[in-house]
């Protein structure tokens, strides 16, 4: 469904992405786990186009997409949850999920404002609240379900448990669960191991901007060396 080849992206002079190939297959949700610094956050941003590699291919569902503009990217199907939320806090809950409504749909779902509530019930104890009043946890549900809203057929997930109570770790946890079960496929980004434990099929271990490891986590579980090596703070 996306794959990755080869992808050489920088900031500025600096060559963070080196030969990065990764692919996601349809109804699976792969974790891309690393340090901080490691290249997580480029990935998902040179996906989006927010950052334009200098070299490789990104296709989606067979299309290329590695020089398309972000909004383009977005209308082939791909819904982006950045790790800053960027909610908008004057707004309601339910004005935020409005504002990610689109008319066309890409995705196996039509999502309506009350399927993202039984998917987040937070939200939907709090769907009058300001979204600026709400814990972080919540503000992260209220941004993935505005994603939703938009009716993609992937998402993107940047560290979506950074900085979350483990309470609200594990709703969250569930919701993506829901989320897959609807059909769509989830890269999320991520270093919380039981977080992506909890929700993946499969990962990749990411250092210095290369991929050094692609498996299952019962795979990794019988190469302890490889955890402290690229994951072990």
Not at 56 to 78: E, F, K, R, V
Not at 137 to 163: C, F, H, K, V, Y
């Amino acid at each position: 469904m996306l794959k990755l080849e080869r992808i050489n992206s920088y900031y500025g002079g600096a060559h963070i992405l080196k030969d990065l190939s990764l692919d996601v297959q349809k109804h699976e949700v792969v974790a891309l786990l690393g340090r901080n610094g490691a290249g997580k956050s480029t990935t998902m941003k040179s996906i989006m186009g927010l950052i334009l590699p200098k070299s490789g291919t990104i296709t989606y569902n067979n299309q290329a997409i590695s020089n398309l503009a972000s909004h383009q990217i977005c209308q082939c199907g791909i819904g982006y949850v950045p790790e800053e939320r960027r909610i908008f806090a004057d707004l309601s809950v339910e004005e935020n999920l409005e504002v990610g409504r689109r008319s066309s749909q890409t995705g196996p779902i039509n999502w309506q404002k009350e399927d993202l509530f039984d998917l987040f019930p937070n939200l939907a104890e709090r769907r009058t609240q300001r979204g600026g009043n709400l814990s972080g946890g919540e503000q992260q549900m209220l941004t993935i379900a505005r994603t939703l809203m938009g009716n993609p057929s992937m998402l993107l997930l940047d560290e979506p448990s950074e900085g979350i109570a483990p309470v609200i770790v594990e709703q969250l946890a569930k919701a993506i669960k829901g989320v897959k079960a609807q059909g769509l496929a989830i890269l999320l980004s991520e270093q919380n191991m039981h977080f992506a434990r909890l929700v993946s099929d499969r990962t990749y271990i990411i250092e210095q901007g290369s991929i050094r490891y692609e498996g299952s986590f019962s795979d990794l579980d019988q190469h302890p060396n490889i955890w402290k090596q690229y994951l072990a703070l």
